[in-house]
């Protein structure tokens, strides 16, 4: 009997006793070190026992307390808890403050759980956009062209340059105390006057500082072209550039999904291979121009395709076209590093040149290719041979200067006298050094490069 109700008391005791050691439950999450405006946290509450009865998230500060999650209904044994944070409507000033999470099971405890924190997070509410100033700019710039920005963004750790929709990223320069950026952007060829072109930057809490860029527009107008579609150019471009097209399918139908979506995708690529520039300048001085090359189609002309006296389609050419013999040598334009090479749907075969900072150029219609991505490249340095790849109609090089993977004319870069105005001037305004790739250090004996003679063969 005895021994009966002391098994009984034994068996009580180390049941609430195993009641009260159940833990409470337990919280995860990785909060932002820093609160903006608005800041999003997820946060992870699990049960040790039972289920989740209730879960909460607070913002503590100077002796406020904000919930500012606390979801509704039933939340089982693990629960995810989004928090959005509102400074404003919270009432947060800036400073200091903390996160906490609050949590509370439906475990029976003899001694009730006091309700507590079951995490805190330390943060700090940071509302101050970064400070952004301006150093020089380019002051001209003309659609289809490019230009150039150095400023300063305190603590941003993005900041850039946008044009509408495009967004040009910027590159740490200069040793002074107060570190500077630059970016370089490019107007597109159809860029409307009044498309806002700022200086973008955010810091790690979110907040966004911005700033109007102070270049000058001009205005550029580009030529516009028929071009006529033939059935033997067809007959001999569709199967390369599209092998997978059914027998059924017309001719000139096959075209229009060459012309459009592959050039589309075309331009896609070329953006995508923009964002991979190298953070240093490798390039030096004018680009150069092939020797002996005739041009014969201009950057931007707007091509309206002519097919049995209709017109079909209309696109734009987003290079120049350069033709000299059969099979000519393809010089690199500038020092750089070889990012791409190989089919690009109708540019043929295509190498691509980072020379750092965003700025790139394309070479198409190779007949062969006679560098490997990776690989540095000098100036002159042949890449390869022209040739009919692609949508080309007989042997040239068609031949792009690219700004972030967006294509502006190669004249102003073939221009001493332009990057003497609109990159040297601005950087040096700036205190910065011209922009000197390895190849600016050692001695040239090159002739300074002749522009382009604009004149048409066709
Ligand atoms: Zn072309």
Redesign the pocket.
């Known amino acids: 009997m005895f021994l009966a109700l002391v098994l009984l008391v034994a068996g009580a005791v180390s049941f609430l006793g195993w009641r009260q050691s159940i833990p409470a439950p337990r919280v995860t999450g990785t909060p932002p070190r820093l609160i903006g405006h608005k800041a999003t946290a997820t946060f992870v509450v699990e049960a040790a026992g039972g289920r989740l009865a209730r879960a909460e998230v607070r913002v503590l500060q100077g002796g406020k307390s904000v919930v500012v999650a606390r979801p509704e209904g039933a939340l089982g044994r693990r629960a995810e808890v989004p928090a959005t944070i509102e400074a404003a409507a919270a009432g947060l000033k800036e400073g200091g403050a903390a996160i906490e999470v609050w949590a509370r099971d439906d475990v029976w405890r003899p001694l009730r759980l006091e309700d507590r924190a079951l995490a805190s997070y330390p943060v700090t509410i940071d509302l101050t956009p970064p400070r952004l100033d301006v150093v020089s700019a380019t002051s001209y710039i003309a659609p289809g062209g490019a230009g150039l920005v150095v400023f300063r963004a305190g603590d941003a750790v993005r900041a850039g340059v946008r044009v509408g929709e495009l967004a040009f990223p910027s590159f740490p320069v200069g040793t002074g105390e107060v570190p500077m950026r630059l970016a370089f952007f490019a107007l597109p060829y159809d860029y409307a006057a009044g498309t806002p072109i700022a200086v973008t930057a955010e810091d790690e809490a979110g907040n966004v500082a911005s700033r109007g860029v102070p270049s000058e527009l001009l205005p550029r107008k580009f030529r516009h072209d028929r071009i006529e579609i033939k059935d033997a150019f067809l007959e001999a471009k569709v199967p390369e550039l599209l092998p997978q097209r059914p027998p059924s399918q017309p001719l000139i139908e096959a075209f229009l999904v060459i012309n459009r979506d592959l050039r589309r995708q075309a331009e896609e690529q070329k953006r995508r291979i923009g964002a991979t520039t190298a953070d240093k300048p490798m390039w030096a001085g004018t680009f150069e121009q092939p020797r002996n090359t005739k041009v014969f ?1 201009n950057f931007a002309e707007v091509r309206t395709y002519v097919y049995q006296g209709r017109e079909i389609d209309t696109q734009v ?5 350069l033709a000299s013999t059969k099979r000519s040598p393809v010089p690199a334009a500038n020092a750089g590093r070889v990012a791409f090479t190989g089919p690009l749907t109708i540019y043929g075969n295509v190498v691509i040149l980072d020379h750092g900072l965003g700025l790139m150029t394309l070479y ?2 190779l007949s062969t290719i006679a560098v490997k991505v990776g690989e540095a490249v000098t100036k002159g340095q042949e890449l390869g041979r022209t040739g009919t790849t692609g949508l ?1 109609v007989g042997d ?1 090089l ?2 792009e200067v690219l700004v972030s993977g967006v294509s502006v004319t190669p004249v102003e870069w073939w221009d001493t006298k332009w990057i003497g105005d609109r990159i040297s001037l601005p950087l040096k305004a700036a205190g910065l050094p011209e922009i000197a790739g390895a190849e600016a250090r050692e001695p040239s004996t090159r002739p300074a490069a002749t522009p382009p003679r604009r004149r048409r063969a066709r």
Do not use: M, T
């Open positions: 189609s050419h987003y290079g120049f076209d198409a219609h080309a040239h068609h031949y």
